[in-house]
């Protein structure tokens, strides 16, 4: 089966959408599917150099902004707008703006949901007509979140092919969106998700959520789970394995910001630390620094400074696949407590992958994880005692984190690989391509 994969790119940095459709598309290939990976806005920032999946970039970010500020800008010349999508240039530009936050990115976010009637008409157009050449058709197109469906219309008349749009970390962004935009994104996401045969959710209860938000029918939306590609992981020793408890060193892998509970985190490890009953407890903070997070993470240098334990914390910004792995094995266990409606957490079933216990917030997709893997705990959100205490108890108690490592383990190797998820959204392609009330 001919599958294409529509999915945003960040241009610098690593992100878990990016890296679950990376992923999906390279286990998508090992089951014998043609796939290609075709970037939007800025280019894809993999774990590896896979040429396989570099793609030109489709409605660059560049022409998109022009082009949404200067409607005259909408008209220029086919080789400047191609210019403007060059790789290099889109990495330098998304290195020197900020391209994620929400709070800046109503006007756009909205034209790009209004897809062929708004704004943004001619980059879409150009996206179908230039990615899909005659002769090229794929059986199915999948959009990667609902923020794209406002492409949807217009490749489904050029393609005439079933879409599929995967359910992941919209409402935070969306919520995020200042008014009147807020209202009126969601509202062009309801309508537009119409023009989706399926949809895939990453965990049940962001499915629920979102077919509750965009008033879906009963059997449109289809649970995938995520799956990891975690061969590298699951070859580690696994730090509760030993004879003797592993060092108390706890990890963070996302992005370092507050919306990723760092903070909770951060002051959970000060509280665990005055207690005294864990020894030489340690902290290891990875993953993706941008420009806008550097004062948040600077005030939080600021409170382990106060508290004398700036020796014990260790800030990794930007890890390699390399060091990622090498940071998992030093770990005894991993928390990364978010604030908000997580849709899945890639983390968790990373870590379960190393042999890592796992303790979360009790809310948005991890309860459902940590049911679905016996690989962590659960506390309150938001409430740094609760996650102290749920450290404190867990790294006190190795013969437990043993036993919730091995869980979590077991399911990743026999549920949550990437295979896993690959067969179950190759399911859901297969079914629309065969049928005969699909495109």
């Given at each position: 089966?001919?599958?294409?994969?529509?999915?945003?790119?960040?241009?610098?940095?690593?992100?878990?959408?990016?890296?679950?459709?990376?992923?999906?598309?390279?286990?998508?290939?090992?089951?014998?599917?043609?796939?290609?990976?075709?970037?939007?806005?800025?280019?894809?920032?993999?774990?590896?150099?896979?040429?396989?999946?570099?793609?030109?970039?489709?409605?660059?970010g560049i022409n998109v902004f022009l082009q949404h500020k200067l409607p005259p800008l909408r008209r220029l010349p086919g080789f400047v707008a191609d210019a403007l999508d060059s790789p290099a240039l889109l990495r330098w530009a998304a290195r020197?703006?900020?391209?994620?936050?929400?709070?800046?990115?109503?006007?756009?976010?909205?034209?790009?949901?209004?897809?062929?009637?708004?704004?943004?008409?001619?980059?879409?157009?150009?996206?179908?007509?230039?990615?899909?050449?005659?002769?090229?058709?794929?059986?199915?197109?999948?959009?990667?979140?609902?923020?794209?469906?406002?492409?949807?219309?217009?490749?489904?008349?050029?393609?005439?092919?079933?879409?599929?749009?995967?359910?992941?970390?919209?409402?935070?962004?969306?919520?995020?969106?200042?008014?009147?935009?807020?209202?009126?994104?969601?509202?062009?996401?309801?309508?537009?998700?119409?023009?989706?045969?399926?949809?895939?959710?990453?965990?049940?209860?962001?499915?629920?959520?979102?077919?509750?938000?965009?008033?879906?029918?009963?059997?449109?939306?289809?649970?995938?789970?995520?799956?990891?590609?975690?061969?590298?992981?699951?070859?580690?020793?696994?730090?509760?394995?030993?004879?003797?408890?592993?060092?108390?060193?706890i990890g963070y892998l996302a992005r370092m910001c507050p919306d990723k509970g760092l903070d909770t985190l951060v002051e959970a490890f000060v509280l665990l630390c005055e207690k005294g009953r864990v020894g030489e407890a340690r902290l290891a903070?990875?993953?993706?620094?941008?420009?806008?997070?550097?004062?948040?993470?600077?005030?939080?240098?600021?409170?382990?400074?106060?508290?004398?334990?700036?020796?014990?914390?260790?800030?990794?910004?930007?890890?390699?696949?390399?060091?990622?792995?090498?940071?998992?094995?030093?770990?005894?266990?991993?928390?990364?407590?978010?604030?908000?409606?997580?849709?899945?957490?890639?983390?968790?079933?990373?870590?379960?992958?190393?042999?890592?216990?796992?303790?979360?917030?009790?809310?948005?997709?991890?309860?459902?994880?940590?049911?679905?893997?016996?690989?962590?705990?659960?506390?309150?959100?938001?409430?740094?005692?609760?996650?102290?205490?749920?450290?404190?108890?867990?790294?006190?108690?190795?013969?437990?984190?043993?036993?919730?490592?091995?869980?979590?383990?077991?399911?990743?190797?026999?549920?949550?690989?990437?295979?896993?998820?690959?067969?179950?959204?190759?399911?859901?392609?297969?079914?629309?391509?065969?049928?005969?009330?699909?495109?």
């Amino acid at each position: 089966m001919r599958i294409a994969l529509l999915t945003p790119g960040t241009g610098h940095f690593h992100c878990g959408s990016c890296l679950r459709d990376g992923a999906l598309a390279t286990a998508l290939r090992a089951l014998g599917h043609d796939v290609r990976v075709v970037p939007l806005y800025l280019p894809l920032w993999l774990e590896d150099d896979s040429p396989d999946a570099v793609e030109p970039v489709r409605m660059g970010g560049i022409n998109v902004f022009l082009q949404h500020k200067l409607p005259p800008l909408r008209r220029l010349p086919g080789f400047v707008a191609d210019a403007l999508d060059s790789p290099a240039l889109l990495r330098w530009a998304a290195r020197r703006g900020n391209m994620t936050d929400p709070a800046g990115l109503g006007a756009v976010t909205l034209a790009v949901l209004e897809g062929e009637r708004g704004a943004l008409a001619t980059e879409i157009d150009k996206l179908a007509r230039r990615a899909f050449p005659a002769g090229e058709e794929p059986d199915v197109v999948i959009l990667s979140n609902a923020m794209l469906l406002g492409t949807a219309r217009s490749l489904r008349e050029r393609l005439d092919r079933p879409l599929v749009c995967t359910l992941q970390g919209e409402a935070p962004f969306l919520d995020g969106l200042p008014e009147p935009y807020r209202e009126r994104a969601w509202a062009c996401v309801r309508e537009r998700a119409a023009d989706a045969d399926a949809c895939i959710a990453v965990s049940a209860d962001y499915g629920a959520l979102m077919a509750e938000r965009l008033a879906l029918p009963a059997g449109k939306v289809t649970v995938v789970h995520n799956g990891v590609a975690a061969e590298d992981l699951l070859a580690l020793t696994g730090a509760w394995n030993g004879d003797t408890p592993p060092l108390p060193r706890i990890g963070y892998l996302a992005r370092m910001c507050p919306d990723k509970g760092l903070d909770t985190l951060v002051e959970a490890f000060v509280l665990l630390c005055e207690k005294g009953r864990v020894g030489e407890a340690r902290l290891a903070v990875a993953g993706t620094l941008l420009a806008g997070d550097r004062a948040f993470v600077d005030g939080l240098r600021a409170r382990l400074d106060r508290a004398g334990l700036t020796d014990r914390v260790a800030f990794h910004p930007g890890v390699t696949r390399e060091e990622k792995v090498r940071l998992f094995d030093s770990l005894a266990v991993l928390s990364v407590p978010a604030t908000y409606g997580e849709s899945f957490g890639l983390y968790v079933l990373e870590a379960l992958a190393a042999g890592v216990p796992v303790v979360q917030p009790r809310h948005a997709a991890f309860p459902e994880l940590v049911e679905a893997t016996g690989g962590g705990v659960l506390c309150e959100p938001d409430d740094p005692v609760a996650l102290a205490d749920a450290l404190e108890a867990l790294l006190l108690d190795p013969a437990r984190a043993r036993a919730l490592a091995e869980s979590g383990r077991d399911a990743v190797r026999e549920r949550f690989g990437a295979e896993h998820m690959a067969r179950g959204v190759a399911d859901v392609c297969t079914m629309l391509a065969r049928r005969p009330d699909t495109p």
